[in-house]
């Protein structure tokens, strides 16, 4: 056997916004603040790409920006507070982002700590699932582009927009091929080999070519073109590796997100900490989207739950696992005519448990049924801190109004979300945590 396939063997495996009038952007600028850990970041969103429209002048991109900082509306719903249609100028760990905001025909600019944002987009992207190969990390990073070779344990990947990337192999999920099932990386000593015929191959990597891919088996090495392989998932760690510090998280528009450490950009170029802790830059203009991970506040959907489990009235437990940023079905988040980028769809009955270990404040959500559990479903939610009841829904329908929920959970070591069935047999049950997000102390 290879020493590739030695290494594979020997691994060790374990378990709606609302604008901001001039006077308030320039009152709320805030210093930088310490970094602080978070927990591990999972299950890699879905890969992005962006079709560019054609002819004419390209336009200085404008990007809408989302804080820390929340805002409520009259009516009791709200968000965090958005920046919209501004310009984004330099940005280092250092300094923070410079932004350039115009309103009634005056122009200023204004410095954001990176520990203050919550979320860039790029306004104007179109956005559709990328085609073509993948790589997973266990990081909830994803790599568009083309398995190369394997060599000294590192995964060489051709990467759409930014070129031969090395990372190393106990760091990859899976590789997987255009839409594929969702892959759910499983403790185990083997990697599994995937066939587009629905067979399987169990065994080890031993080395990666353009062509084909070589694996050690029980049986004797075999050989397998590209051709042939749907996705394959490696053996591994069941969680992943854990964040420190600030990170951001970057779609780029040729299919790839990725987790990195350190984003500059100036002058057109991103320059960053990539997987393995490589240095790594592209264009920023293939930059659609960058969250913030770290930072004043995060999205819930970056954590890892200590306890997921879904019980349904009727089948096997866990048939509709907790989905991040997607409908417990796996469509978009959708309540009160609205689509929703960041939330976790459920299924009653169900728990998500998280391990705070009092690190937070605050515990903000959108409680709502999805529009897809129309016209049966129903449900009731509730969330416990260390034990305890601190908010409960009532009967949740579709259509019943959104209303922000911001709850205290200081010093609070364990948050408990559970949604149970509102008297119709699990029918449709289908719940959102929309845009739930923890607020550092």
Not at 293 to 320: H, K, M, R
């Amino acid at each position: 056997m290879s020493t590739n396939a030695h290494i594979r063997n020997t691994m060790k495996y374990s378990a709606a916004n609302p604008y901001w009038t001039f006077a308030l952007l320039t009152a709320l600028l805030a210093p930088a603040c310490a970094a602080i850990s978070v927990a591990a970041v999972r299950n890699p969103t879905s890969p992005l790409t962006v079709h560019k429209k054609t002819g004419g002048k390209t336009a200085q991109a404008r990007w809408n920006v989302q804080l820390g900082k929340l805002s409520l509306t009259a009516g009791g719903t709200g968000g965090f507070m958005q920046l919209s249609d501004v310009r984004a100028g330099d940005w280092s760990k250092s300094t923070g982002l410079v932004i350039t905001i115009s309103h009634n025909g005056q122009t200023t600019k204004s410095r954001f700590a990176t520990a203050d944002i919550l979320e860039l987009t790029r306004i104007g992207a179109d956005i559709a699932p990328a085609r073509g190969w993948q790589v997973l990390l266990r990081n909830g990073s994803v790599v568009a582009g083309q398995p190369q070779t394997l060599n000294a344990g590192d995964l060489t990947i051709k990467a759409r927009g930014i070129g031969m990337l090395d990372v190393p192999l106990a760091d990859v999920a899976a590789v997987r091929y255009g839409a594929v099932p969702a892959i759910r990386p499983v403790a185990t000593p083997n990697d599994t080999l995937y066939l587009t015929n629905g067979t399987t191959l169990v065994g080890a990597i031993n080395t990666l070519g353009p062509t084909d891919v070589q694996w050690s088996t029980s049986l004797g090495n075999a050989t397998v073109p590209w051709s042939r392989i749907r996705y394959m998932v490696l053996g591994g760690a069941v969680g992943t590796m854990p964040v420190h510090g600030l990170a951001q998280r970057v779609c780029l528009s040729h299919g790839s997100v990725l987790l990195v450490h350190n984003l500059t950009w100036k002058s057109g170029l991103v320059t960053c900490q990539g997987p393995g802790g490589k240095p790594l830059s592209f264009l920023r203009s293939t930059v659609l989207k960058v969250s913030i991970c770290g930072g004043q506040a995060q999205w819930l959907t970056d954590f890892s739950p200590s306890i997921a489990s879904q019980v349904p009235y009727f089948g096997e437990p866990n048939q509709w696992p907790a989905r991040r940023n997607l409908n417990v079905m796996g469509g978009p988040l959708r309540a009160d005519g609205r689509r929703f980028s960041h939330g976790l769809g459920v299924h009653a009955t169900s728990t998500l448990t998280y391990t705070l270990n009092g690190g937070y404040r605050r515990f903000v959500f959108l409680p709502a049924m999805d529009q897809s559990a129309a016209p049966f479903g129903q449900s009731q939610a509730r969330v416990l801190l260390d034990g305890k009841v601190i908010w409960h829904s009532g009967l949740l329908q579709v259509g019943t109004p959104l209303q922000l929920v911001n709850l205290n959970v200081t010093n609070g070591r364990v948050l408990s979300l559970q949604v149970t069935d509102g008297a119709r047999f699990g029918v449709r049950a289908r719940m959102d945590w929309l845009d739930a997000a923890l607020l550092r102390k």
